[in-house]
């Protein structure tokens, strides 16, 4: 059975950090391009970041410089490093596979106030 399992969002500060994280099952993880999307009240899901199974990596210019994203294969985890947080990072974000499209966990809440 796919699972995706997203953790790691709370509240912070403006400038803050967090560490989000995503434990996949289900699929050939090591194989799958992985993904995080965010979805901010009101809106559609925004494609925020990507790695490949290579572990190359892309990501959308309103996160270029402030967010990492990593995998553990060995831990079937992807990883999203969130760095000088703004109130305009608030939103669920999800974690996705290519592998298995259109399968979605329950998202996290990252929430950024001061």
């Known amino acids: 059975q796919v699972q995706l399992v997203e953790s790691g969002g709370g509240l912070v500060q403006p400038g803050g950090s967090l560490r989000l994280s995503c434990t996949a099952s289900?699929?050939?993880?090591?194989?799958?391009?992985m993904r995080w999307f965010r979805q901010a009240p009101g809106t559609g899901r925004r494609l925020v970041a990507t790695?490949?199974?290579?572990?190359?990596?892309n990501y959308v210019d309103f996160v270029k410089g402030r967010f990492s994203i990593s995998r553990d294969n060995a831990k079937n985890t992807v990883y999203l490093q969130m760095n000088s947080l703004k109130p305009e990072d608030t939103a669920v974000y999800y974690c996705?596979?290519?592998?298995?499209?259109?399968?979605w966990g329950l998202g996290t809440q990252v929430t950024v106030s001061s």
């Open positions: 996705y596979a290519d592998l298995v499209a259109g399968r």
């Open positions: 289900g699929f050939a993880f090591s194989s799958s391009t």
């Open positions: 790695i490949s199974g290579g572990g190359s990596t």
